[in-house]
């Protein structure tokens, strides 16, 4: 395990799924964990509560990161919190099924603003209270293979993408380091009983055989927060058993 012992990392949407093993793995790695949530507090707090159990430091914070001004204030409370912030993983996104025809201006505007704006505010305040560090945005490998019904999440998904390498450029010369980690089918509580049929394309798509974990995505944000990453940036780094390599056609 990569030692984080001293640093401070924020990771928004850590009440739910990626987030929470994204929260739980630099926890275990030493690092004090400042845990982000929109509405469900009770899953953030025990979030928070596993990682005080195991002898970690962690604390919640709640925001409405379509708010620019809410961004600013988690970004400036996180660091205040502990007199530090090293990490930035900008997690908080939606995923709602809507098809491309007939879909309204303000349900694709929502999406964007939640899964790509969010991400542009917190790390722009980010980078104003960070000493260096890494900041890492969770994409998707639909940022390059659209989906049925994600027309605006495969859009946002592919301009988060973007935003890192952009932010890498401007935000290198202060020694912040700017990565995207793009993940695929990753499991979750009930997924194989509501999604039977794609759970099997997947596991026969993939090379690997398997659907993914949070903790296959919390260890390359580990990787690319720790040293060993220090000089990867504007990078985006797939996450997805391998499937990404299987033919089209």
């Known amino acids: 395990m990569l030692d984080l012992t001293g640093t401070t990392t924020l990771v928004t949407g850590a009440s739910g799924g990626i987030g929470q093993g994204i929260a739980l793995r630099f926890a ?35 925001a409405d990161l379509t708010d620019d001004d809410a961004c600013r204030r988690l970004v400036a409370a996180a660091a205040a919190w502990t007199g530090r912030l090293d990490t930035l993983v900008n997690n908080a996104g939606v995923q709602p099924v809507e098809p491309l025809p007939g879909m309204s201006a303000e349900s694709w505007q929502a999406v964007l603003d939640a899964n790509l704006t969010s991400a542009f505010s917190c790390t722009q305040a980010a980078a104003e209270v960070m000493d260096g560090g890494s900041v890492i945005h969770i994409a998707s490998i639909e940022a390059d293979r659209p989906a049925p019904g994600h027309a605006h999440y495969s859009s946002a998904k592919a301009a988060l993408v973007m935003h890192a390498r952009a932010a890498a450029l401007e935000y290198g010369p202060r020694g912040i380091r700017v990565n995207s980690v793009s993940p695929g089918l990753i499991d979750r509580s009930g997924l194989d009983d509501a999604w039977p049929e794609g759970v099997r394309r997947w596991e026969q798509a993939a090379p690997l055989g398997r659907l993914g974990t ?23 780094l797939t996450v997805d058993g391998g499937v990404s390599a299987h033919p089209t056609w």
């Open 214 to 236: 949070p903790g296959d995505v919390a260890n390359a944000c580990l990787f690319l927060a720790s040293p060993l990453a220090g000089w990867i940036t504007g990078h985006n």
């Open 28 to 62: 275990e790695a030493g690092g004090a964990v400042a845990v982000h949530y929109h509405r469900d507090e009770a899953s953030a707090l025990a979030v928070v509560e596993r990682i005080r159990a195991a002898g970690g430091t962690a604390t919640a914070f709640a």
